[in-house]
T-cell receptor, first 110, second 116 residues
Framework: RKEVEQDPGPFNVPEGATVAFNCTYSNSASQSFFWYRQDCRKEPKLLMSVYSSGNEDGRFTAQLNRASQYISLLIRDSKLSDSATYLCVVFPGGSYIPTFGRGTSLIVHP | GAVVSQHPSWVICKSGTSVKIECRSLDFQATTMFWYRQFPKQSLMLMATSNEGSKATYEQGVEKDKFLINHASLTLSTLTVTSAHPEDSSFYIC????????????FGEGSWLTVV
């Protein structure tokens, strides 16, 4: 089993739709979780951290489920500009070296 | 603005030649930097951890004699792809941990290498 797994997609949704991605992790001692956004041929950029209590930033909501060992990202009212690859990033417990998921591709169409 | 600068952004080289990619931390010192490789539609794969003033730590399966890493100063790490072959064509990206904890990751802009 891979350390961090994501459905590669692509998720093809119309503008205005709500879309959700999940990311599972295998190391139960993992401490820190993040969602990054990567545009084509660009470096990843931090989208948001994922806190145990869940957190929201505008149209984006991130959740952590420690019991089932997954994190989720919900995007409401999708915009064309949301089209990108969304990377799940997990820091194993006690490590400062992150593990990346392969990313989930989102395509928002008019 | 960028806190980690990577250069060059794009490079095309002939098979058998060597290519150097630089990664600089701006306005902060990075004793550790990470080098990743990313093939199309794949995740970032950690190649090695670059340590200032000491040898890099390579991940399993990464040839240290082919991918030379030098971290001679607190603000500069370099990755040299030696005797490049077409299968080395990929997106190479460096990162540095942020200061003050919190698991912040500062990425360089990445370098696209094409070996012809």
């Amino acid at each position: 089993r891979k350390e961090v797994e994501q459905d590669p997609g692509p998720f093809n949704v119309p503008e205005g739709a709500t879309v959700a991605f999940n990311c599972t992790y295998s190391n139960s001692a993992s401490q820190s979780f993040f969602w990054y956004r990567q545009d084509c041929r660009k470096e990843p950029k931090l989208l948001m951290s994922v806190y145990s209590s869940g957190n929201e930033d505008g149209r984006f909501t991130a959740q952590l489920n420690r019991a089932s060992q997954y994190i989720s990202l919900l995007i409401r009212d999708s915009k064309l500009s949301d089209s990108a690859t969304y990377l799940c990033v997990v820091f194993p417990g006690g490590s400062y070296i992150p593990t990346f998921g392969r990313g989930t591709s989102l395509i928002v169409h008019p | 603005g960028a806190v980690v600068s990577q250069h060059p952004s794009w490079v095309i080289c002939k098979s058998g030649t060597s290519v150097k990619i630089e990664c600089r931390s701006l306005d902060f010192q990075a004793t550790t930097m990470f080098w990743y490789r990313q093939f199309p539609k794949q995740s970032l794969m950690l190649m090695a951890t670059s340590n200032e003033g000491s040898k890099a730590t390579y991940e399993q399966g990464v040839e240290k004699d082919k991918f030379l890493i030098n971290h001679a100063s607190l603000t500069l790490s370099t990755l040299t792809v030696t005797s490049a072959h077409p299968e080395d064509s990929s997106f190479y990206i460096c990162s540095a941990p942020g200061q003050g904890g919190g698991n912040t990751i500062y990425f360089g802009e990445g370098s696209w290498l094409t070996v012809v």
